[in-house]
């Protein structure tokens, strides 16, 4: 499956089940009462909201390059990601707010009978499961708006366990456990949006990517056996892709063709990593007196641009 059809399927098989949740969350809340499982019932609500966002933004992201986006349009993923993270803040928000004036008011319903504790298992038992689907395919084809949607499937699993355990409690004799246990749920909520900006973040400011992976692209460089050297090598985000400018050093006598040549060796190799999209590569003749150390390539890869040179 290419990526476009994986992320689209993602984003439908999510939406779905989270509007299946909210409806059986909602009945269970509307005839038990239980705080903690209407908090849980507002979560999915709030998964409905920013699946319904996926969806659209990934069937953007998905589209081919045009006239106006050449590069294709993946570097409207990260915004996808944050919309995703403010309907996850409102949403803790929210439920943090009803279980605070709930403990504090002393209004507490106790929700009795199975019908709580069977739906928030089912709700944990399937989010464990979209949580390693989508996970798996964000791995598969990097897609940072995949792997938001898996993070929060992921919190989805611990908040419907912490509700789970307040419900329990609360039939047992514990009743201030429901809005707690709520009041866990809207932290673990919270949590996921912080998780999610801090995932995409970088993807927008342009940030360089891990140095194992600078590491790789300069030593891809520097493994051609005409390339004597490297520097002013930069790799930053553009989107959830990475953009890679570096300079080349090469003996002046090579002819133009083979100096073209090496510049496309170089090219490929480097573009050959799956997390890079475009390279450009600069040569500098020795003649011309371009050659230098570069600290950041020196730290790298350590000596072995002077064993090139030499």
């Known amino acids: 499956m290419n990526r476009r059809a994986a992320v689209r399927r993602v984003g439908a098989l999510v939406l779905a089940v989270n509007v299946a949740l909210v409806a059986a969350k909602g009945v269970v809340w509307w005839t038990t009462g ?3 499982v209407g908090s849980e019932a507002v979560n999915s609500l709030a998964d409905v909201a920013y699946s319904m966002v996926v969806v659209a933004g990934l069937y953007l992201t998905t589209q081919p390059p045009d006239f106006g986006h050449p590069h294709g349009h993946e570097r409207i993923e990260p915004f996808v990601s944050l919309f995703v993270a403010v309907g996850v803040f409102a949403a803790g928000g929210a439920v943090l707010w009803q279980a605070t004036t709930s403990v504090l008011s002393g209004d507490v319903a106790v929700a009795s009978g199975p019908a709580p504790l069977v739906v928030l298992a089912g709700t944990a038992a399937v989010k ?3 949580y390693r689907y989508c996970l798996n395919v964000a791995e598969r084809v990097r897609s940072p708006a995949v792997r938001a949607t898996a993070l929060d499937n992921r919190i989805d699993v611990l908040t419907a366990s912490a509700a789970l355990v307040g419900v329990a409690g609360a039939n047992l004799g514990y009743p201030i456990l429901d809005p707690v246990a709520a009041g866990a749920v809207a932290l673990g909520i919270l949590y996921t949006g912080y998780e999610i900006v801090e995932d995409n973040v970088d993807y927008l400011v342009g940030s ?4 194992d992976l600078r590491v790789e692209i300069v030593r891809r460089a520097l493994a051609h056996p005409d390339v004597e050297g490297a520097h002013d090598v930069i790799a930053h985000y ?17 002819t133009l063709m083979a100096a073209h040549d090496i510049e496309t ?3 490929e190799a480097i573009r050959d ?3 890079v999209d475009d390279v450009f590569v600069h040569i500098d ?3 011309l007196g371009e050659w230098k150390d570069d600290e950041n390539v020196e730290q790298l890869v350590g ?3 002077e064993r090139a040179r030499n």
């Open 238 to 254: 553009v989107g959830p892709e990475i953009d890679v400018s570096l300079h080349i050093e090469v003996e002046g006598d090579r």
């Open 34 to 36: 239980s705080l903690a």
């Open 128 to 130: 464990i499961g979209l």
């Open 208 to 211: 360089a990517p891990p140095e």
């Open 273 to 275: 990593l799956d997390e």
């Open 265 to 267: 060796d170089v090219v």
């Open 285 to 287: 003749p020795k003649e």
């Open 303 to 305: 000596g072995e641009t």
